[in-house]
Nanobody, 123 residues
Framework: QVHLVESGGGLVQSGGSLSLSCAASISRAGSYGMAWFRQSPGKEREFVAAIRWSGLTTYYAPSARGRFTISRDNDKNMVFLQMTGLKPEDTAVYYC????????????????WGRGTQVTVSS
């Protein structure tokens, strides 16, 4: 089992930066790929970024590429999402997710989810 807890959300002005963290409690050993997704009211959940277990391979949604950076610290079981140049359209609940074995852009592939952290970007 993997228990995920996100933190770091908040209110920021357009153009600002925010850093999200995801703490993972892992009771079953595995090579977990990690990802961030987000969901805005009235919209479907969408992929933001993913990172493989090694940390050497990352994937980004077009909307995130160049502005967001995903990273991880396997020793601390942590995953991070550094967000810069935030826009009002980035406002959403951001979710951390984990899957055993890979890192994909499809939310259906992820077995474990956190409860989310709210990010609000004011214009």
């Amino acid at each position: 089992q993997v228990h995920l807890v996100e933190s770091g959300g908040g209110l920021v002005q357009s153009g600002g930066s925010l850093s999200l963290s995801c703490a993972a409690s892992i009771s079953r050993a595995g090579s977990y790929g990690m990802a961030w997704f987000r969901q805005s009211p009235g919209k479907e959940r969408e992929f933001v970024a993913a990172i493989r277990w090694s940390g050497l391979t990352t994937y980004y949604a077009p909307s995130a590429r160049g502005r967001f950076t995903i990273s991880r610290d396997n020793d601390k079981n942590m995953v991070f999402l550094q967000m810069t140049g935030l826009k009002p359209e980035d406002t959403a609940v951001y979710y951390c997710a984990a899957q055993d074995g890979g890192a994909t852009m499809n939310d259906a592939d992820y077995e474990y989810w956190g409860r989310g952290t709210q990010v609000t970007v004011s214009s």
